[in-house]
């Protein structure tokens, strides 16, 4: 057990939709991370967030938001939603970023019909 | 940008036989090496890291060597077992993002 929480483990919906995957980071970590895991991309970082704040952003769509609350958890938000949307998505957190050790959640799968 | 390729897989092997995944890397300076392991129905733990050329990282049995040299971060066993069975990533850090290698499955048959 990695200490990373994500809700909820799966999800199904239907193109068009609008979804919310929520993160809670390891006690005491500032730093959180969103990655995506699909069969034909493999897996891609989307964005980081430090104490709240966006710190870096890697290959996330229009249609993708995220954001960190003052409790340290973190929700991404996937609107307008395709069927290649359809993917793991991870969330990780690290104590503050550079050069330190990234612990991965188990992960919310998720389906568009 | 940086990238990461690692040898085709899946990977069967039998148990106690010796494990060796190949991984490559380009970068443009010198970021840390990970090697991160994906058991079924499971999220991501890291298995072992070296931060700069020559470190060795290892972890239950699991060997790599930081070979800034030949840009490899190969991935060692000498006696694998049926638990070993997973995807196997090899990654490494560029400006606080994870960039991964596409993933080697690994099965051990006992």
């Known amino acids: 057990d990695s200490g990373v929480t994500q809700t909820p483990k799966h999800l199904i919906t239907a193109t068009g939709q609008r979804v919310t995957l929520r993160c809670s980071p390891r006690s005491g970590d500032l730093s959180v991370y969103w990655y995506q895991q699909s069969l034909d991309q493999g897996l891609q970082f989307l964005i980081q967030y430090y104490n709240g704040e966006e710190r870096a952003k890697g290959n996330i769509l229009e249609r993708f938001s995220a954001q960190q609350f003052p409790d340290l958890h973190s929700e991404l938000n996937l609107s307008s939603l395709e069927l290649g949307d359809s993917a793991l998505y991870f969330c990780?957190?690290?104590?503050?970023?550079?050069?330190?050790?990234?612990?991965f959640g188990p992960g919310t799968r998720l389906l568009v019909l | 940008g940086d990238s990461v390729t690692q040898m085709e897989g899946p990977v069967t092997l039998s148990e106690e036989a010796f494990l060796t995944i190949n991984c490559t890397y380009t970068?443009?300076?010198?970021?840390?090496l990970f090697w991160y392991v994906q058991y079924p129905g499971e999220g991501l733990q890291l298995l072992l890291k070296?931060?700069?050329?020559?470190d060795k990282g290892s972890n239950k049995g699991f060997e790599a060597t930081y070979r800034k040299e030949t840009t490899s971060f190969h991935l060692e066993k000498g006696s694998v077992q049926v638990s070993d069975s997973a995807v196997y990533f090899c990654?490494?850090?560029?400006?606080?993002?994870?960039?991964f290698g596409q993933g080697t499955r690994l099965t051990i048959n006992p």
């Open positions: 990780a957190s690290s104590v503050a970023g550079l050069q330190e050790t990234q612990y």
């Open positions: 070296a931060t700069k050329a020559d």
């Open positions: 990654a490494l850090e560029d400006s606080q993002k994870l960039v």
């Open positions: 970068a443009t300076g010198y970021p840390s």
